[in-house]
């Protein structure tokens, strides 16, 4: 969907989509060297930390994690994006409140633009979400998309193609 509306905007990106299904920070962390070097970005999309958050890992072992994971980006030349992500109100006010916290402090520090809940248009609409109730759907995948592009545009530069690859 994303690659789409780059294209569809004149935006000659190529889009690497580098996320594991059930990753947490500390996965992606040990995973993102590697596509660092291999794919050498301009912009990263940070978007990690929900699983942590589901396997009540310790909000401060996140931060690290994607401290660690902004700083590496950053030091690749690459921009980012930091996604945040909202846990469900089972796991309890403290826990739920230090998690939340971990996403504007990161962008605070880093002067990251921060996507403050990525599925702030679709969480409480069962119509778009998946029966597990944590993952959009195919018709939720448009709006999560719209709650980003704000924040993503921003950091695009034009880069029409005119040809070739």
Same mark, same amino acid.
């Given at each position: 969907m994303l690659a789409q509306r780059l294209r569809s905007q004149g935006y000659g990106y190529q889009l690497v989509n580098a996320s594991e299904s059930g990753e947490t920070s500390g996965g992606g962390l040990e995973r993102l060297p590697r596509a660092l070097e291999l794919h050498r970005p301009g912009l990263v999309i940070l978007e990690l930390g929900a699983n942590d958050g589901l396997r009540g890992l310790p909000a401060a072992e996140m931060r690290g994690n994607l401290a660690q994971m902004v700083r590496l980006s950053q030091q690749a030349?690459?921009?980012?994006? +930091? *996604?945040?992500?909202? =846990?469900?109100?089972?796991?309890?006010?403290?826990?739920?409140?230090?998690?939340?916290?971990?996403?504007?402090?990161?962008?605070?520090?880093?002067?990251?633009? +921060? *996507?403050?809940?990525? =599925?702030?248009?679709?969480?409480l609409d069962p119509a778009l979400m998946q029966p597990d109730g944590m993952h959009p759907n195919a018709r939720g995948e448009p709006p999560v998309l719209d709650t980003v592009w704000p924040y993503l545009e921003p950091l695009l530069k034009k880069n029409r193609r005119t040809g070739g690859s």
């Open positions: 030349g690459a921009q980012v994006l +930091l *996604v945040g992500i909202r =846990l469900p109100p089972n796991y309890g006010p403290r826990y739920t409140q230090e998690f939340e916290r971990v996403f504007p402090e990161l962008a605070n520090q880093y002067h990251l633009p +921060l *996507v403050p809940f990525l =599925l702030e248009k679709v969480a």
